[in-house]
Nanobody, 123 residues
Framework: QVQLVESGGGLAQAGGSLRLSCATS????????MGWFRQAPGKERAFVAA????????AYADSVKGRFTISRDNAKNTVFLQMNSLKPEDTAVYYC????????????????WGQGTQVTVSS
């Protein structure tokens, strides 16, 4: 069982930045593809970004492209989501996800999930 713990959420003003982290004690973290998803109240969980196990490929939702950056540090078993130029519509609970074989934008493909961290962007 892979346990994922997100941190870094909070309150930000529109135009501001936050950096989310997702850490695990899983020793084989480096072989897992990782993803970030978000869920706003009353809405389905939505894809934000994904990164391959090697860090060589990344993918983004159109709504965050150019503003958010996903990265990973395999030596520290951590994946990051740098969020810049935040907008009120970015307000949601952000979830980290991991899977050994799936790399993509569907939440159904990821097997392991963190508990989520709240991001609130005020206008």
């Amino acid at each position: 069982q892979v346990q994922l713990v997100e941190s870094g959420g909070g309150l930000a003003q529109a135009g501001g930045s936050l950096r989310l982290s997702c850490a695990t004690s899983e020793r084989t973290f480096s072989v897992y593809h990782m993803g970030w998803f978000r869920q706003a109240p009353g809405k389905e969980r939505a894809f934000v970004a994904a990164i391959r196990w090697s860090g060589g490929n990344t993918a983004y939702a159109d709504s965050v492209k150019g503003r958010f950056t996903i990265s990973r540090d395999n030596a520290k078993n951590t994946v990051f989501l740098q969020m810049n130029s935040l907008k009120p519509e970015d307000t949601a609970v952000y979830y980290c996800a991991a899977d050994r074989t799936y790399y993509g934008s569907s939440y159904l493909g990821f097997h392991y999930w963190g508990q989520g961290t709240q991001v609130t962007v005020s206008s």
